[in-house]
């Protein structure tokens, strides 16, 4: 059985939505897990830090939570659309104004991930750059558990950045189904 190129284009998109939810998931999982762990025996007689999950976090680490949401719900309501083109393509052509939907939604979630990417990769390097360079000469192991905790906070902005590149591959095949899809429906 040989398939058609509309076949191929739409099932490479619906791939790519998937993929695109499970990443963005991951993302969310990564960024909500992440912890800062003090050991007591690091301040001494003291011992009075607690390790509150809360108050590390950073408000653009928030926005990367919202965004990857935001992204994986769209895309989730962007499957059935995929799944009746799929179904569609092979007995007729469908209207074009279901194409011009998809490809706008694929962009607007593109722009928020893409918003999201650069919320938590600046906003991380800067804590990360500040923690290095400020002054921990009485508590070392406390910038070396803050460090470990803004690295760990990279790998789920990494995820963020790939379901972006997977949203951007979503919105060229939306984009080029739609453009076929105009030039089909002007033939008629």
């Not at 025996?41 to 509150?52: A, C, I, K, L, V």
């Not at 408000?59 to 059935?80: C, D």
């Not at 799944?83 to 007995?91: A, E, G, I, Q, T």
């Not at 194409?99 to 800067?126: E, N, P, Q, R, Y």
């Amino acid at each position: 059985m040989e398939l058609s190129r509309r076949t191929v284009w739409i099932s490479s998109g619906l791939l790519a939505r998937l993929l695109m939810i499970a990443v963005l998931l991951m993302s969310v999982r990564f960024i909500l897990d992440n912890r800062v762990v003090f050991r007591n025996d690091d301040y001494g007689e003291y011992g009075y830090y607690r390790s509150d999950p809360g108050v590390y976090k950073l408000q653009s680490h928030k926005y990367v939570v919202a965004s990857a949401i935001v992204g994986a719900a769209g895309n989730l309501l962007q499957i059935p659309v995929a799944m009746y083109l799929l179904c569609k393509s092979r007995k007729t052509t469908p209207s074009a104004m279901i194409h011009d939907i998809s490809m706008h939604a694929d962009k607007a979630i593109s722009v928020v991930l893409a918003s999201g990417v650069g919320a938590g990769f600046g906003a991380t390097d800067d804590m990360m750059r500040l923690i290095r360079d400020g002054p921990w000469g009485y508590l070392p192991q406390v910038q070396q558990d803050l460090l470990s905790y803004y690295k760990k906070a990279i790998i789920a902005v990494v995820f963020l950045f790939i379901g972006m590149l997977l949203s951007l591959c979503a919105t060229v095949v939306s984009a080029r189904l739609r453009a076929r899809a105009i030039n089909d429906s002007e033939d008629v």
